[in-house]
Protein backbone atom coordinates (compact mmCIF):
# COMPACT_ATOMS: atom_id res chain seq x y z
CA UNK A 1 0.00 0.00 0.00
CA UNK A 2 2.93 2.64 1.31
CA UNK A 3 4.54 1.87 -2.37
CA UNK A 4 1.27 2.01 -4.52
CA UNK A 5 0.87 5.60 -2.93
CA UNK A 6 4.73 6.69 -3.49
CA UNK A 7 3.84 5.74 -7.24
CA UNK A 8 0.55 7.63 -7.27
CA UNK A 9 2.32 10.41 -5.66
CA UNK A 10 5.61 10.34 -8.25
CA UNK A 11 2.79 10.16 -11.29
CA UNK A 12 0.36 13.13 -10.07
CA UNK A 13 4.10 15.51 -9.08
CA UNK A 14 5.35 14.56 -12.76
CA UNK A 15 2.21 15.24 -14.35
CA UNK A 16 1.33 18.74 -12.28
CA UNK A 17 5.36 19.41 -13.26
CA UNK A 18 4.36 19.24 -16.55
CA UNK A 19 1.89 21.22 -16.50
CA UNK A 20 3.45 23.92 -15.19
CA UNK A 21 6.09 23.44 -18.20
CA UNK A 22 3.85 23.30 -20.89
CA UNK A 23 2.06 26.31 -19.40
CA UNK A 24 5.02 28.55 -19.29
CA UNK A 25 6.37 27.51 -22.62
CA UNK A 26 2.82 28.71 -23.62
CA UNK A 27 3.27 31.94 -22.22
CA UNK A 28 6.77 32.66 -23.90
CA UNK A 29 5.32 31.86 -26.95
CA UNK A 30 3.12 34.39 -26.93
CA UNK A 31 5.53 36.95 -27.18
CA UNK A 32 7.09 37.99 -30.18
CA UNK A 33 9.86 39.00 -31.26
CA UNK A 34 10.54 42.47 -33.42
CA UNK A 35 13.15 44.09 -34.79
CA UNK A 36 13.40 48.07 -35.39
CA UNK A 37 15.62 49.93 -37.10
CA UNK A 38 16.88 53.66 -35.62
CA UNK A 39 18.53 55.57 -38.45
CA UNK A 40 19.90 59.37 -38.06
CA UNK A 41 22.23 61.80 -36.62
CA UNK A 42 22.74 63.63 -32.99
CA UNK A 43 18.79 63.01 -32.59
CA UNK A 44 18.84 59.80 -33.13
CA UNK A 45 21.95 58.53 -30.80
CA UNK A 46 21.16 60.78 -28.14
CA UNK A 47 23.61 63.49 -27.97
CA UNK A 48 24.08 64.36 -24.09
CA UNK A 49 21.32 61.61 -22.90
CA UNK A 50 21.77 58.54 -21.46
CA UNK A 51 21.60 55.64 -23.71
CA UNK A 52 18.59 55.03 -22.56
CA UNK A 53 16.98 58.63 -22.69
CA UNK A 54 17.03 58.70 -26.42
CA UNK A 55 14.14 57.78 -28.42
CA UNK A 56 14.56 54.94 -30.04
CA UNK A 57 15.44 53.16 -26.51
CA UNK A 58 12.36 54.96 -25.01
CA UNK A 59 10.35 53.26 -27.52
CA UNK A 60 11.88 50.22 -27.67
CA UNK A 61 10.97 50.20 -23.38
CA UNK A 62 7.51 50.62 -24.31
CA UNK A 63 7.19 48.16 -27.05
CA UNK A 64 8.63 45.67 -25.01
CA UNK A 65 5.44 45.24 -22.35
CA UNK A 66 4.30 42.82 -24.86
CA UNK A 67 7.12 41.66 -26.96
CA UNK A 68 10.84 41.29 -27.13
CA UNK A 69 12.40 43.84 -29.34
CA UNK A 70 15.48 44.09 -30.92
CA UNK A 71 17.04 47.26 -31.77
CA UNK A 72 19.67 48.72 -34.28
CA UNK A 73 20.66 52.42 -34.63
CA UNK A 74 22.62 53.86 -36.96
CA UNK A 75 23.44 57.12 -36.27
CA UNK A 76 25.94 59.86 -35.46
CA UNK A 77 26.10 63.28 -34.38
CA UNK A 78 26.83 65.83 -36.91
CA UNK A 79 26.07 62.95 -39.49
CA UNK A 80 24.62 64.57 -42.93
CA UNK A 81 21.95 62.70 -45.41
CA UNK A 82 25.73 61.49 -47.29
CA UNK A 83 27.00 60.60 -44.17
CA UNK A 84 24.56 58.60 -43.72
CA UNK A 85 24.14 56.88 -46.53
CA UNK A 86 27.30 56.19 -46.29
CA UNK A 87 27.26 54.38 -43.09
CA UNK A 88 24.50 52.07 -44.41
CA UNK A 89 26.25 50.97 -47.01
CA UNK A 90 29.16 50.54 -44.91
CA UNK A 91 27.11 48.17 -42.19
CA UNK A 92 25.04 46.97 -44.64
CA UNK A 93 21.96 46.24 -42.28
CA UNK A 94 19.51 43.18 -42.95
CA UNK A 95 16.90 44.11 -44.99
CA UNK A 96 13.96 42.07 -43.11
CA UNK A 97 13.23 44.75 -40.03
CA UNK A 98 9.83 45.03 -38.87
CA UNK A 99 9.93 48.71 -38.20
CA UNK A 100 12.42 51.05 -39.13
CA UNK A 101 12.62 55.14 -37.89
CA UNK A 102 14.34 58.00 -40.39
CA UNK A 103 15.15 61.06 -38.87
CA UNK A 104 18.21 63.39 -41.34
CA UNK A 105 18.66 66.59 -42.41
CA UNK A 106 19.50 69.15 -39.65
CA UNK A 107 22.70 69.00 -40.08
CA UNK A 108 22.41 69.30 -43.83
CA UNK A 109 20.65 73.06 -42.65
CA UNK A 110 23.22 73.19 -40.07
CA UNK A 111 26.36 72.79 -42.38
CA UNK A 112 24.82 74.65 -45.20
CA UNK A 113 24.65 72.37 -47.23
CA UNK A 114 22.83 72.56 -50.52
CA UNK A 115 19.56 72.35 -50.39
CA UNK A 116 18.99 70.61 -53.26
CA UNK A 117 21.63 67.86 -51.74
CA UNK A 118 18.81 67.21 -49.70
CA UNK A 119 16.03 67.40 -51.94
CA UNK A 120 18.22 64.50 -54.02
CA UNK A 121 19.42 62.22 -50.78
CA UNK A 122 16.35 62.34 -48.54
CA UNK A 123 14.52 60.70 -50.98
CA UNK A 124 17.35 57.63 -51.63
CA UNK A 125 17.24 57.11 -47.05
CA UNK A 126 13.55 56.82 -47.49
CA UNK A 127 13.72 54.16 -50.61
CA UNK A 128 16.78 52.63 -48.54
CA UNK A 129 14.31 52.92 -45.22
CA UNK A 130 11.88 50.27 -47.29
CA UNK A 131 13.66 48.08 -48.41
CA UNK A 132 15.32 47.49 -44.66
CA UNK A 133 12.21 47.06 -43.88
CA UNK A 134 11.25 44.30 -45.75
CA UNK A 135 10.53 46.53 -48.77
CA UNK A 136 7.33 47.65 -46.91
CA UNK A 137 6.69 51.42 -47.06
CA UNK A 138 3.53 50.72 -44.37
CA UNK A 139 7.24 49.74 -41.77
CA UNK A 140 8.82 53.04 -42.11
CA UNK A 141 8.08 55.97 -40.05
CA UNK A 142 9.96 59.41 -41.16
CA UNK A 143 9.94 61.55 -38.16
CA UNK A 144 10.47 65.88 -38.76
CA UNK A 145 13.54 68.26 -38.13
CA UNK A 146 13.78 69.65 -34.06
CA UNK A 147 14.63 72.89 -34.24
CA UNK A 148 17.28 73.62 -32.75
CA UNK A 149 16.58 77.75 -32.75
CA UNK A 150 14.14 77.20 -29.19
CA UNK A 151 16.98 76.41 -27.64
CA UNK A 152 19.91 78.80 -25.47
CA UNK A 153 22.23 78.01 -28.39
CA UNK A 154 19.98 78.46 -31.45
CA UNK A 155 18.95 82.11 -29.71
CA UNK A 156 15.17 82.04 -31.22
CA UNK A 157 17.06 82.71 -34.86
CA UNK A 158 14.23 83.16 -37.21
CA UNK A 159 16.46 81.95 -39.93
CA UNK A 160 16.74 78.43 -38.56
CA UNK A 161 13.23 78.08 -38.54
CA UNK A 162 12.62 79.17 -41.19
CA UNK A 163 15.17 76.60 -43.06
CA UNK A 164 13.86 73.86 -40.85
CA UNK A 165 10.68 74.49 -42.13
CA UNK A 166 12.33 74.13 -45.47
CA UNK A 167 12.99 70.92 -45.25
CA UNK A 168 10.56 69.43 -43.25
CA UNK A 169 7.82 70.62 -45.78
CA UNK A 170 9.69 69.09 -48.52
CA UNK A 171 10.06 65.66 -46.04
CA UNK A 172 6.47 65.91 -45.22
CA UNK A 173 4.91 66.39 -49.23
CA UNK A 174 7.56 63.47 -50.11
CA UNK A 175 6.09 61.46 -47.49
CA UNK A 176 2.34 62.17 -48.33
CA UNK A 177 2.81 61.66 -52.43
CA UNK A 178 4.15 58.20 -51.56
CA UNK A 179 1.79 57.61 -48.62
CA UNK A 180 4.86 57.06 -46.35
CA UNK A 181 3.96 57.75 -42.85
CA UNK A 182 5.40 61.31 -41.21
CA UNK A 183 5.21 62.16 -37.95
CA UNK A 184 5.65 65.91 -36.63
CA UNK A 185 7.71 66.20 -33.84
CA UNK A 186 9.31 69.77 -33.95
CA UNK A 187 6.52 71.89 -32.45
CA UNK A 188 7.63 69.99 -29.03
CA UNK A 189 11.36 71.22 -29.58
CA UNK A 190 9.69 74.95 -30.21
CA UNK A 191 8.96 74.74 -26.66
CA UNK A 192 12.09 74.63 -25.22
CA UNK A 193 12.68 78.19 -24.48
CA UNK A 194 9.71 78.59 -22.39
CA UNK A 195 10.63 74.51 -20.85
CA UNK A 196 14.10 74.73 -20.41
CA UNK A 197 13.76 71.05 -19.36
CA UNK A 198 12.76 69.77 -22.75
CA UNK A 199 16.63 71.08 -23.89
CA UNK A 200 19.64 68.55 -22.88
CA UNK A 201 22.35 70.13 -20.42
CA UNK A 202 24.24 71.09 -23.86
CA UNK A 203 22.19 73.89 -24.39
CA UNK A 204 21.29 72.29 -27.66
CA UNK A 205 19.93 69.05 -28.17
CA UNK A 206 16.85 67.94 -26.87
CA UNK A 207 16.14 66.39 -23.32
CA UNK A 208 15.29 62.79 -22.35
CA UNK A 209 11.97 64.94 -21.52
CA UNK A 210 11.22 66.03 -24.88
CA UNK A 211 12.34 62.28 -26.05
CA UNK A 212 9.39 61.29 -24.06
CA UNK A 213 7.17 63.60 -26.00
CA UNK A 214 8.71 62.16 -29.43
CA UNK A 215 7.51 58.86 -27.85
CA UNK A 216 4.05 59.26 -27.34
CA UNK A 217 3.57 60.72 -31.06
CA UNK A 218 5.58 57.27 -32.36
CA UNK A 219 4.24 55.05 -30.21
CA UNK A 220 0.28 54.51 -31.83
CA UNK A 221 2.11 54.35 -35.31
CA UNK A 222 4.67 51.81 -33.96
CA UNK A 223 2.14 49.48 -31.93
CA UNK A 224 0.12 49.43 -35.25
CA UNK A 225 2.85 48.24 -37.39
CA UNK A 226 3.90 45.56 -35.39
CA UNK A 227 0.29 44.50 -34.12
Known amino acids: MKKTFLIFTSILFFCCGSSNKLTIEKHNDSRKTYSILALGDSYTIGESVCE ?14 DNTIKLDIIAETGWT ?21 LLIGVNNQYQKKPFALYKSEFPELVRTA ?44 YCKQNDISFINITDITRQGIIEPNLVANDGLHPSQIAYQKFVERLLPKAKEILK
Open 52 to 65: TCRFPEQLKKHLEN
Open 81 to 101: TSDLKLAITKKKPANNFDLVT
Open 130 to 173: IIKANNDKNKVIIISIPDYAFTPYGKERTQISREINLYNAFAEN
